[in-house]
């Protein structure tokens, strides 16, 4: 039997960014806090150090510090009529694991999303009007406008030290940075980086056919930085060890070294490592959460009374612990019932391969994980999507984040994947070849979702996850459409060979892609459609809430931590007005 | 003989002494036994230890057979042989470097969910093999050969002609080899990235040794220091000598 402990006023399950941000901010109302984190304790020194960190093997193709499957996976299956099976390896995605969650190797990428993907339904529908939405496909808006979380954002941007380029300030377009942002009131905190050889070949191109080219914005210290917090980063190295791993210089932006060590300093927040939570425990009438379950690195099992529950594990954790502890409705695809697990959404990737003559040395080795630059014309947004025929865009880059060899020595198409042919290949290559990819924006629709596995159980004999999902033709033409731009780019740059890569048939769990999975916890208006209100605050039981990108309706052309720190730091607002007046903050 | 050994097993047996124990009390001298556990057979006098074989690397085989080993040897030879261009797999010490691997928490699929039911998915499902990789290993092993000695006249993969190996992993790679017991493909696709892997990898894994692939492609490995040099070498050979993480350490 579980070991009862002594009640807690706020329980936080899951300690990444979202986590350490609530805790930080709520540790000054005073209440005493429970933060329960299922992985084990990581800092700096001596988990990331140099030059043991700059390890691909272990770390990128391992995933030492990402989730181990062996006790918690989830199954997979494109459509209903398949029986979904377990991944039984990572591969698509890369849930992190242990304190500063997936915070601790994520690449520093930190966009604003535009003003268009938090309401892309009221723009659709004032832009193109009801018909251009196709049937199956549930656009929603989150119930909280761009203007709104602008703030926020700023907040996370400074948080984190971004560097980049303001393209928009208060209106005012600005040259050079990113001039389909929505407004900003102030710019970033740090100048952009250096830029690499790829970087400039990238924007001469663009621009020379008319595009928008800037810096991407970046969590990778473009110098060194003290935040508003008092938090000292290191400068980049530009080590080009950045997604998967570690910073061993404090000079990209994590939750371990920032957030999570303020909250921890104080004497009302209590940080329980290994501390795996298995459900959220409702009262009879599932309206208000009790306590959490959960079991100790020697496998005790302890329940933890709370007044207040905050989800923040990774955004498929999340909804796994809401359909475990019957929070919520689950979704039914049938009937359309139902809002947990809904609106499960992630990404579409396509792009070109740009081959260069030998005279050409890009030196993919030397980058940082967020170092890009970037377009957005063709983004959400920014164009009139619907005239080619979709709804929704992308985000168009040359990335230089490290030529790691295992995981990047590209070659022709055509050449064999072994043998004499493929090494000469190889070494003619390595140097002189760079990627321009489209990150492609996904709409949520009723066949895509997220609900319980009928047959596969965790260590824990827990039902697995079970996730149905593939592509619908909206966004393989958008892909396609994107992918033809990307060539058009790598063609302008001057290339000897550009090889498109065009949209995926269907999607496959197998090969990497991007940690970048949303929904299946909607945030809304409509308790109907959103298993969250515009507060994070789940609408069916109000003392929990719910972060992290769980809660986007659909996914975006970029990468999503920017609008998770930004949601972050609204709920925690919110949050502090429910404590002096426990209920509902928006009625049902 | 024979009847010797299964009245002294019956004796120990009823004595309540097996396995290991058994061994220990049935061997008469401490070479005796050291040459039992080596054999990794329980009567050590009639299996003598095995010579050592002539270029067999100083580190041995952890996982390994040595039927196996010449076999792994010959599929990375073939996978990435050597040129004037640079090493070979099995000169970069691939070989030891999968071994490594399988002996490892890698090979015991540490990180893998292995419990069942299992069933043939589709490729967008990924692996579904009810084996973690040192038996997907060691049963793929043995499927390629019997797989080679059905269509190369009883011969195992290292015995075939370097035409031969190609024509035979084309044959694998290409779907149109039916293994006994397992998918040729899943077989091949997971012995092609651990090569490529140990090729490309730190060379404290055991490939990659001297860090010669690095070289070959210029790569400087584990450095990663380059704010000073990122703009000057816009467009420029950066030409340094690769360091490994030991080289670092």
Same mark, same amino acid.
């Given at each position: 039997? =579980?070991? %009862?402990?002594?009640?807690?006023?706020?329980?936080?399950?899951?300690?990444?960014?979202?986590?350490?941000?609530?805790?930080?901010?709520?540790?000054?109302?005073?209440?005493?806090?429970?933060?329960?984190? #299922?992985?084990?304790?990581?800092?700096?020194?001596?988990?990331?150090?140099?030059?043991?960190?700059?390890?691909?093997? #272990?770390?990128?193709?391992?995933?030492?510090?990402?989730?181990?499957?062996?006790?918690?996976?989830?199954?997979?299956?494109?459509?209903?009529?398949?029986?979904?099976?377990?991944?039984?390896?990572?591969?698509?995605?890369?849930?992190?694991?242990?304190?500063?969650?997936?915070?601790?190797?994520?690449?520093?990428?930190?966009?604003?999303?535009?003003?268009?993907?938090?309401?892309?339904?009221?723009?659709?529908?004032?832009?193109?009007?009801? $018909?251009?939405?196709?049937? /199956?496909?549930?656009? %929603?808006?989150?119930?909280? !406008?761009?203007?709104?979380?602008?703030?926020?954002?700023?907040?996370?941007?400074?948080?984190?030290?971004?560097?980049?380029?303001?393209?928009?300030?208060?209106?005012?377009?600005?040259?050079?940075?990113?001039?389909?942002?929505?407004?900003?009131?102030?710019?970033?905190?740090?100048?952009?980086?250096?830029?690499?050889? $790829?970087? !400039?070949?990238?924007?001469?191109?663009?621009?020379?056919?008319?595009?928008?080219?800037?810096?991407?914005?970046?969590?990778?210290?473009?110098?060194?930085?003290?935040?508003?917090?008092?938090? =000292?980063?290191?400068?980049?190295?530009?080590?080009?060890?950045?997604?998967?791993?570690?910073?061993?210089?404090?000079?990209?932006?994590?939750?371990?070294?920032?957030?999570?060590?303020?909250?921890?300093?104080?004497?009302?927040?209590?940080?329980?490592?290994?501390?795996?939570?298995?459900?959220?425990?409702?009262?009879?009438?599932?309206?208000? $959460?009790?306590?959490?379950?959960?079991?100790?690195?020697?496998?005790?099992?302890?329940?933890?009374?709370?007044?207040?529950?905050?989800?923040?594990?990774?955004?498929?954790?999340?909804?796994?612990?809401?359909?475990?502890?019957?929070?919520?409705?689950?979704?039914?695809?049938?009937?359309? /019932?139902?809002?947990?697990?809904?609106?499960?959404?992630?990404?579409?990737?396509?792009?070109?391969?740009?081959?260069? /003559?030998?005279?050409?040395?890009?030196?993919?080795?030397?980058?940082?994980?967020?170092?890009?630059?970037?377009?957005?014309?063709?983004?959400?947004?920014?164009?009139?999507?619907?005239?080619?025929?979709?709804?929704?865009?992308?985000?168009?880059?040359?990335?230089?984040?490290?030529? #790691?060899?295992?995981?990047?020595?590209?070659?022709?198409?055509?050449?064999? !994947?072994?043998?004499?042919?493929?090494?000469?290949?190889?070494?003619?290559?390595?140097?002189?070849?760079?990627?321009?990819?489209?990150?492609?924006?996904?709409?949520?629709? #009723?066949?895509?979702?997220?609900?319980?596995?009928?047959?596969?159980?965790?260590?824990?004999?827990?039902?697995?996850?079970?996730?149905?999902?593939?592509?619908? !033709?909206?966004?393989?033409?958008? =892909?396609?459409?994107?992918?033809?731009?990307?060539?058009?780019?790598?063609?302008?740059?001057?290339?000897?060979?550009?090889?498109?890569?065009?949209?995926?048939?269907?999607?496959?769990?197998?090969?990497?892609?991007?940690?970048?999975?949303?929904?299946?916890?909607?945030?809304?208006?409509?308790?109907?459609?959103?298993?969250?209100?515009?507060?994070? %605050?789940?609408?069916?039981?109000?003392?929990?809430?719910?972060?992290?990108?769980?809660?986007?309706?659909?996914?975006?052309?970029?990468?999503?931590?920017?609008?998770?720190?930004?949601? $972050?730091?609204?709920?925690?607002?919110?949050?502090?007005?429910?404590?002096?007046?426990?209920?509902?903050?928006?009625?049902? | 003989?024979?009847?010797?050994?299964?009245?002294?097993?019956?004796?120990?047996?009823?004595?309540?002494? *097996?396995?290991?124990?058994?061994?220990?009390?049935?061997?008469?001298?401490?070479?005796?036994?050291?040459?039992?556990? *080596?054999?990794?057979?329980?009567?050590?006098?009639?299996?003598?230890?095995?010579?050592?074989?002539?270029?067999?690397?100083?580190?041995?085989?952890?996982?390994?057979?040595?039927?196996?080993?010449?076999?792994?040897?010959?599929?990375?030879?073939?996978?990435?042989?050597?040129?004037?261009?640079?090493?070979?797999?099995?000169?970069?010490?691939?070989?030891?470097?999968?071994?490594?691997?399988?002996?490892?928490?890698?090979?015991?699929?540490?990180?893998?969910?292995?419990?069942?039911?299992?069933?043939?998915?589709?490729?967008?499902?990924?692996?579904? +093999?009810?084996?973690?990789?040192?038996?997907?290993?060691?049963?793929?092993?043995?499927?390629?050969?019997?797989?080679?000695?059905?269509?190369?006249?009883?011969? *195992?993969?290292?015995?075939?002609?370097?035409?031969?190996?190609? *024509?035979? +992993?084309?044959?694998?790679?290409?779907?149109?080899?039916?293994?006994?017991?397992?998918?040729?493909?899943?077989?091949?696709?997971?012995?092609?990235?651990?090569?490529?892997?140990?090729?490309?990898?730190?060379?404290?894994?055991?490939?990659?040794?001297?860090?010669?692939?690095?070289?070959?492609?210029?790569?400087?490995?584990?450095?990663?220091?380059?704010?000073?040099?990122?703009?000057?070498?816009?467009?420029?050979?950066?030409?340094?000598?690769?360091?490994?993480?030991?080289?670092?350490?």
């Amino acid at each position: 039997m =579980a070991t %009862q402990l002594k009640s807690a006023d706020i329980v936080i399950v899951g300690l990444g960014w979202t986590g350490g941000i609530l805790a930080k901010e709520l540790a000054e109302t005073g209440l005493s806090i429970v933060v329960l984190e #299922r992985g084990g304790p990581r800092d700096t020194n001596p988990d990331f150090m140099y030059p043991t960190i700059h390890d691909e093997l #272990r770390y990128a193709q391992r995933h030492e510090l990402m989730q181990n499957v062996s006790r918690e996976t989830l199954t997979f299956r494109n459509n209903a009529s398949e029986t979904a099976l377990p991944m039984r390896q990572l591969g698509s995605f890369l849930p992190g694991e242990g304190v500063g969650g997936a915070g601790v190797h994520w690449n520093g990428v930190t966009w604003r999303w535009l003003p268009w993907d938090h309401e892309p339904l009221k723009q659709t529908l004032s832009r193109y009007g009801k $018909a251009v939405i196709p049937p /199956d496909m549930q656009l %929603q808006d989150w119930g909280v !406008a761009y203007d709104e979380l602008e703030p926020y954002y700023d907040k996370f941007e400074y948080l984190c030290g971004v560097s980049g380029k303001a393209g928009n300030l208060r209106g005012e377009s600005i040259d050079g940075g990113n001039v389909f942002e929505g407004p900003r009131q102030r710019d970033y905190p740090n100048p952009p980086m250096l830029q690499t050889h $790829a970087g !400039a070949l990238f924007e001469k191109a663009a621009k020379s056919l008319g595009y928008h080219p800037f810096p991407g914005p970046s969590a990778n210290m473009s110098q060194a930085y003290i935040n508003p917090d008092g938090v =000292a980063f290191g400068a980049c190295h530009y080590c080009g060890y950045c997604e998967r791993f570690g910073c061993e210089a404090n000079a990209k932006a994590s939750a371990h070294f920032t957030v999570i060590p303020l909250a921890a300093g104080k004497s009302n927040v209590e940080i329980r490592t290994n501390a795996r939570v298995m459900k959220v425990n409702l009262d009879t009438k599932k309206t208000r $959460a009790e306590s959490v379950t959960y079991i100790d690195a020697g496998g005790r099992e302890f329940e933890q009374p709370a007044g207040l529950v905050v989800l923040s594990a990774y955004a498929l954790g999340n909804v796994h612990l809401m359909l475990l502890s019957g929070i919520g409705k689950p979704y039914n695809p049938t009937s359309g /019932d139902g809002v947990v697990g809904r609106n499960y959404a992630y990404q579409i990737g396509s792009g070109a391969t740009v081959f260069f /003559d030998e005279k050409t040395w890009i030196n993919p080795f030397m980058g940082a994980g967020a170092l890009a630059v970037n377009i957005d014309d063709f983004n959400t947004g920014s164009f009139d999507h619907a005239r080619e025929g979709f709804i929704g865009g992308g985000g168009i880059s040359t990335p230089s984040s490290g030529g #790691r060899p295992i995981g990047f020595h590209p070659v022709p198409p055509g050449t064999p !994947a072994w043998g004499v042919e493929w090494k000469r290949a190889v070494v003619r290559h390595y140097n002189h070849t760079l990627t321009v990819i489209n990150q492609g924006s996904v709409m949520s629709y #009723r066949q895509n979702y997220l609900d319980l596995d009928p047959a596969y159980r965790d260590r824990y004999g827990r039902p697995l996850l079970r996730m149905t999902f593939d592509y619908h !033709a909206n966004e393989q033409k958008q =892909a396609n459409f994107l992918a033809d731009i990307c060539v058009k780019i790598g063609q302008e740059m001057g290339a000897e060979r550009v090889a498109r890569r065009g949209s995926p048939e269907r999607y496959s769990i197998v090969p990497y892609q991007s940690t970048h999975n949303t929904g299946g916890a909607a945030m809304g208006a409509d308790p109907t459609t959103s298993a969250l209100n515009r507060y994070c %605050q789940t609408w069916d039981v109000s003392n929990v809430f719910v972060t992290g990108a769980c809660a986007f309706p659909q996914n975006a052309g970029k990468n999503p931590t920017g609008p998770i720190g930004a949601l $972050a730091y609204w709920t925690a607002d919110a949050i502090k007005r429910y404590l002096k007046n426990p209920a509902p903050l928006v009625p049902a | 003989m024979a009847d010797d050994e299964v009245h002294r097993r019956d004796v120990l047996k009823g004595l309540g002494v *097996t396995g290991a124990v058994a061994r220990m009390v049935a061997t008469a001298s401490p070479v005796q036994e050291a040459a039992a556990q *080596t054999a990794a057979q329980p009567h050590a006098h009639e299996h003598p230890q095995p010579a050592p074989r002539a270029g067999q690397s100083a580190d041995g085989y952890r996982f390994f057979t040595p039927a196996e080993a010449a076999i792994v040897v010959a599929l990375v030879d073939t996978l990435i042989p050597k040129d004037e261009v640079g090493p070979g797999g099995v000169e970069a010490g691939v070989p030891i470097f999968i071994d490594r691997e399988l002996a490892g928490a890698y090979g015991r699929g540490a990180r893998m969910y292995l419990d069942g039911p299992f069933r043939q998915g589709t490729p967008q499902q990924g692996y579904q +093999l009810p084996l973690p990789f040192a038996d997907l290993y060691r049963i793929g092993i043995a499927d390629l050969t019997a797989w080679c000695a059905k269509t190369h006249g009883g011969k *195992t993969f290292d015995q075939l002609s370097a035409a031969d190996r190609i *024509t035979a +992993l084309k044959t694998i790679e290409a779907g149109q080899a039916e293994f006994a017991q397992i998918p040729a493909r899943t077989f091949f696709g997971v012995l092609l990235q651990n090569t490529m892997e140990g090729y490309f990898a730190d060379p404290m894994y055991g490939g990659n040794r001297n860090s010669a692939v690095w070289k070959m492609i210029g790569f400087p490995g584990a450095i990663g220091m380059y704010v000073d040099v990122i703009e000057e070498y816009r467009n420029k050979h950066y030409e340094v000598e690769p360091k490994s993480i030991q080289d670092l350490s």
